[in-house]
């Protein structure tokens, strides 16, 4: 089964170009253009990770996320965090509120698709 993906991100160029690239591999895409849209589609659609912008308009990623983390059917969804920040105390706080990892944008899809299938065996390794 295909491992379902929620990608959060305001800006529409972002969304499409990880949408069609982590759809190559095989995975399910899930899209949400800023935090609030990202709750209630991990809420109905409880997708195996998430991957959140932190700034977004009406809700940020970082706001999603810890709202997603005191939820009992999300809380254990592991999170990569976007940013354009390279800011510590960012990835600090993003850690804080629950991303299992921290990419500074402009990430590498390399990069990105290391991070997911690492949080993805490891999440089927806790399952077993």
Do not use: W
């Amino acid at each position: 089964m295909a491992l379902k993906i929620l990608v959060a991100d305001d800006q529409l160029h972002m969304l499409r170009f990880v949408q069609h690239e982590l759809q190559q591999e095989g995975y399910r895409l899930l899209l949400a253009h800023d935090g609030i849209e990202a709750i209630e589609t991990a809420l109905r659609e409880k997708p195996d990770l998430l991957v959140l912008d932190v700034m977004m308009p009406r809700m940020d990623g970082l706001t999603a996320l810890r709202r997603l983390k005191t939820e009992e059917t999300t809380r254990s969804i592991p999170a990569i965090v976007l940013t354009s920040s390279a800011h510590q105390l960012l990835r600090q706080e993003a850690e804080f509120c629950g991303a299992d990892v921290v990419l500074t944008k402009p990430f590498s899809l390399t990069q990105l698709r290391q991070e997911i299938r690492l949080l993805a065996s490891r999440n089927r390794a806790d399952a077993e």
